[in-house]
């Protein structure tokens, strides 16, 4: 049986279980559930915090796990990414109150306040910056405020909470973050359960990502159009009854469906229609 950690709580927690189930796999109903195990798809989940799915990955007890980028490199554990997931985006940064330095070279002799210590520590290091770095839990906007510490460390998504504290980010990100799955390093990259397991998630971000698009055209238009619809490999064409026009089936990309349906009728297609894709295998 395949042994996955999953977030427990937290922002990563809802949209990986909603990830999870889109992909076949049975979820927790309850949040207190600690392990649930899917016996129809040979898995076991361990409901775990999202700070400590990288160790346990990295002692080789849980074959793989959904974890944010920015905690893996924080936890320093011997474990690495294996696939991005597309949600819980964040880019991790400084901010401080307006004035007070412009960038990390600037940090000498001040203390920052972070949650994610180690990404920190290896950043002023990196940068030959002998700051302090003060750990703190959670809500470390409020740090500056108290005058726990001059310059702070966190995650930034929208910026509100950044703005609500009267702070403004300094410098470039420190790295940009989203949710991954992680496996222990050197561990086997064919081993046939998590193949299986990372292409049934793979088929969710691309059922997630594309529509289907099909259309009717004129034979004589057919270039042009595929040229607007070159599927992932190539489109399906088949002929129709109507001597002249073939219909055409092509995977798109959501976001480009109505522009590339403007352009398409532009070329004289017509019957143009998009299906949602609800699961596949590329
Ligand atoms: N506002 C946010 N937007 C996107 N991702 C976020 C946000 N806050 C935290 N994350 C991501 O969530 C992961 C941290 O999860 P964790 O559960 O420790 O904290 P959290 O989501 O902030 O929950 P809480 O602080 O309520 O415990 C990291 O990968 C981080 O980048
Ligand atoms: O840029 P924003 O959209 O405002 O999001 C970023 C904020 O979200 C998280 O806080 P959370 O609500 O998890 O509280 P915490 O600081 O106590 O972890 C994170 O730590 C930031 O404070
Ligand atoms: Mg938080």
Redesign the pocket.
Known sequence: MLRIAIPNK??LSGPASAMLHEAGYQQRKESKELVLVDPDNQVEFFYLRPRDIAIYVSSGRLDIGITGRDLLLDSQAKAEEILPLGFAR?TFRYATRPGTAAGVEEFGGMTVAT?YEGIVAKHLADHGVDASVVHLD????TAIELGVAQIIA?????????RNAGLEVIGEPIMTSEAIVIRRTGADPEEPKVRQFLRRLQGVLVARTYVMMDYDCRAEHLERAVALTPGLESPTISPLHNEGWVAVRAMVPAKEAQRIMDDLYELGARAILTTAIHACRL
């Open positions: 937290g922002s964040s949650s959670g809500a470390v906007e966190d995650v930034v998504e929208t910026g509100t909470s950044l």
